[in-house]
């Protein structure tokens, strides 16, 4: 990495390009090796992790957009950044194993006959784990099928694109301001210690400018010198590819995250950039590299500022929490506590706390969920999606 620094122009890269370096080198990234560790006994664990409801409510979302857009054939779901799979895996077995309600006829045997899983994931090593945990779902043909966003089909997407905990890796851009003007952090090696080093330049391109002019953040009135935060252009060119490639219907993006005003709030004044290593969070970004994520939140108002410059119409902006509830998480925690058995004591209340968890506005809870959608007709824009209704 170091020889890297020293011969790029000026011995020196954007902290965006050091991320992206770190974590998705096919050789040394975070991501891209075996380094990464996810789950309670990794470094960090996500919302699937905890339990297959996660995975199990969201289909029912899924199934829920499907019935609004009128059920087409096919319906294609596309995952982006899948982990090590197991949000496939649980909505796959979900939707194939789903018993039949009396009042929802054949409505999940119709959608599962419908549906297609596209995965889409630049890490190799998270591939082969996913690949490997989908093996009992290839009974199907053509069910899941792992492509790249340039092999999706020319005639565009029916259906879903959706994530979880993506977009917070996708590398940033970090500026601090000094004397009350922008600049960009670049990342240089120090020719003695062979370090990283941090230097404060001239933003390396007026993107970073015009993002801030674009949120109505004005760096010079309120924000002393010394003032951190990030931007995340790469968020910007991930939406607009999805839209793109959106023929109809929607994209739903879970990640932890802001409005604009909350992240480039003044008195956050060291950014919201952490590091995950051993569940232990810290903020530097330079120790232990290629072994340990890299995370910076979400700005949810460039997301949907950006979806409407491309197409996107929004549909819903919520807390996980209240989105899991509308899905029926309140009702697995009544169906959970209504157990008469005191053998069973322990289990209920390890699962009600599992349960509980991913409702916790102070963790999971607390994500971000964000809706939008396109080539709807009036009809489906006026329907309000299972998600997003209020109890």
């Given at each position: 990495?170091a020889?890297?620094?020293?011969?790029?122009?000026?011995?020196?890269?954007t902290?965006?390009?050091?991320?992206?370096?770190?974590?998705?080198?096919?050789?040394?990234?975070?991501?891209?090796?075996?380094?990464?560790?996810?789950?309670?006994a990794?470094?960090?664990?996500?919302?699937?992790?905890?339990?297959?409801?996660?995975?199990?409510l969201?289909?029912?979302?899924?199934?829920?957009?499907?019935?609004?857009?009128?059920?087409?054939?096919?319906?294609?779901?596309?995952?982006?950044?899948?982990?090590?799979?197991?949000?496939?895996?649980?909505v796959?077995k979900?939707?194939?194993?789903?018993?039949?309600?009396?009042?929802?006829?054949?409505?999940?045997t119709d959608?599962?006959?419908?549906?297609q899983?596209?995965?889409?994931?630049?890490?190799?090593?998270?591939?082969?784990?996913?690949?490997?945990?989908?093996?009992p779902?290839?009974?199907?043909?053509h069910k899941?099928?792992w492509?790249?966003?340039?092999?999706?089909?020319?005639?565009?997407?029916?259906?879903c694109f959706?994530?979880?905990?993506?977009?917070?890796?996708l590398?940033?851009?970090?500026?601090v301001?000094?004397?009350?003007?922008?600049?960009?952090?670049?990342?240089?090696v120090?020719?003695?210690?062979?370090?990283?080093?941090?230097?404060?330049?001239?933003?390396?391109?007026?993107?970073?400018?015009?993002?801030?002019?674009?949120?109505?953040?004005?760096i010079?009135?309120g924000?002393?010198?010394?003032?951190?935060?990030?931007?995340?252009?790469?968020?910007?060119?991930?939406?607009?590819?999805?839209?793109?490639?959106?023929?109809?219907?929607?994209?739903?993006?879970?990640?932890?995250?802001?409005?604009?005003?909350q992240y480039?709030?003044?008195?956050?004044?060291?950014?919201?950039?952490?590091?995950?290593?051993?569940?232990?969070?810290?903020?530097?970004?330079?120790?232990?590299?290629?072994?340990?994520?890299?995370?910076?939140?979400?700005?949810?108002?460039?997301?949907?500022?950006?979806?409407l410059?491309?197409?996107?119409?929004?549909?819903?902006?919520?807390q996980?929490?209240l989105?899991?509830m509308?899905?029926?998480?309140?009702?697995r925690?009544?169906?959970?506590?209504?157990t008469?058995?005191?053998a069973?004591?322990?289990e209920v209340?390890?699962?009600?706390?599992?349960?509980?968890?991913?409702i916790?506005?102070?963790?999971?809870?607390?994500?971000?969920v964000l809706?939008?959608?396109?080539?709807?007709?009036?009809q489906?824009?006026?329907?309000?999606?299972k998600?997003?209704?209020?109890p």
């Amino acid at each position: 990495m170091a020889d890297h620094i020293q011969a790029a122009p000026q011995q020196q890269m954007t902290f965006a390009e050091f991320m992206e370096w770190v974590l998705y080198d096919p050789d040394q990234g975070y991501y891209a090796t075996n380094q990464v560790q996810i789950g309670v006994a990794g470094d960090f664990f996500t919302s699937p992790h905890l339990c297959p409801d996660f995975g199990e409510l969201l289909a029912e979302q899924f199934l829920d957009m499907w019935v609004t857009m009128g059920q087409p054939t096919p319906f294609t779901l596309v995952e982006m950044g899948a982990g090590q799979g197991l949000v496939a895996a649980d909505v796959l077995k979900y939707l194939a194993t789903r018993k039949q309600p009396a009042d929802l006829s054949d409505r999940y045997t119709d959608f599962w006959a419908a549906l297609q899983y596209i995965i889409v994931e630049k890490a190799e090593g998270l591939i082969a784990a996913q690949q490997q945990l989908l093996k009992p779902f290839q009974f199907a043909p053509h069910k899941v099928q792992w492509m790249g966003f340039e092999q999706l089909p020319e005639t565009g997407i029916v259906g879903c694109f959706f994530s979880n905990e993506l977009v917070d890796a996708l590398p940033v851009h970090a500026f601090v301001v000094q004397d009350g003007a922008l600049q960009e952090v670049f990342v240089t090696v120090d020719a003695a210690s062979r370090s990283f080093t941090e230097v404060i330049s001239t933003p390396s391109t007026d993107r970073l400018a015009e993002y801030l002019a674009w949120q109505d953040i004005d760096i010079g009135t309120g924000y002393g010198d010394g003032y951190r935060s990030e931007i995340n252009l790469a968020a910007l060119d991930w939406l607009e590819t999805v839209s793109q490639k959106l023929k109809r219907g929607y994209v739903l993006t879970i990640d932890y995250g802001y409005l604009a005003p909350q992240y480039y709030s003044p008195q956050r004044q060291q950014g919201t950039l952490q590091c995950f290593r051993q569940h232990g969070a810290h903020q530097d970004p330079y120790a232990y590299l290629g072994a340990q994520d890299i995370t910076a939140h979400v700005n949810f108002s460039a997301l949907e500022k950006q979806g409407l410059a491309y197409g996107l119409t929004p549909v819903g902006y919520t807390q996980q929490g209240l989105f899991l509830m509308a899905l029926g998480l309140g009702d697995r925690l009544v169906a959970n506590n209504n157990t008469s058995d005191i053998a069973q004591l322990n289990e209920v209340i390890r699962r009600r706390e599992t349960l509980q968890s991913l409702i916790n506005p102070l963790g999971l809870g607390g994500f971000q969920v964000l809706i939008q959608s396109k080539g709807l007709n009036e009809q489906e824009q006026s329907q309000v999606l299972k998600g997003l209704q209020m109890p």
